[in-house]
């Protein structure tokens, strides 16, 4: 439609929104995303998932522009954490919990699937990651990076009291450069 990339509207989109990312091709990833080159900001959202959306990929977005800040939500996927790893500028990162039941496997406690490349994402600006059963898997995904995370802002939901624990792995990892701490409690009877 615009074979002029410079007066293509991806060519100046600094912020993009995908909603339904779950009907992403590997087509698109190929052909209108790789259009929003300058895209710092990426917000992924959609409906809420039941647990059949286990096959929902994110690889059409993989590390498709210099993402310095990421909105997305959690998905039933161990995917998530190669997803978020996919994009080296990352600074900012905030995962929303979309209120998905994983009963009987809680993606926390399995392995992380993310390539380790040389070029792992910086994590110098915001955290904010709810703690909740089918996302404690990128905390702790982020907790083993090699790296020195960075983080200089830090917030977090808890569910549990194992949640202490995570939090303070982070304050310790973040030491140097930690300026804010928020912590927010799930209220009592809530599913995690």
């Known amino acids: 439609m615009f074979p002029d990339p410079s007066t ?13 990312f779950h009907r ?18 990426l ?8 647990p059949n959306t ?26 998530i954490l190669d997803f978020i790893l996919s994009f ?26 993310a390539v380790l490349s040389s070029s792992l994402p910086v994590f110098s600006g915001v955290l904010d990651l709810p703690l909740a ?9 982020l907790l083993s990076l090699p790296d020195d995370i960075r983080f200089r802002e830090l917030g977090f939901m808890w ?6 624990l995570l939090t ?3 304050v310790e990892r973040c030491s140097r450069t930690l300026e804010s701490l928020v912590v927010n409690c799930m209220p009592r009877g809530m599913y995690i």
């Open 54 to 79: 286990s096959a929902v990929s994110l690889a059409p977005l993989h590390g498709f522009s210099p993402i310095k800040s990421l909105d997305t939500l959690a998905t039933p996927s161990s995917k």
């Open 133 to 141: 059963r089918g996302t404690r898997h990128i905390a702790r995904g």
């Open 8 to 20: 293509s509207p991806g060519y100046y989109t600094k912020i993009l929104s995908i909603n339904l």
């Open 88 to 113: 080296p500028h990352l600074e900012d990162l905030t995962v929303r919990w979309c209120g998905v039941r994983i009963d009987g496997n809680d993606l926390s406690d399995g392995p992380s699937t």
């Open 168 to 170: 303070a792995a982070f």
């Open 159 to 164: 569910g549990e009291e194992g949640d202490i």
């Open 24 to 41: 992403l091709t590997a087509a698109d990833g190929d052909g209108w995303i790789r259009g929003f080159s300058r895209v710092v900001r």
């Open 43 to 50: 917000v992924v959202g959609g409906p809420r998932f039941s």
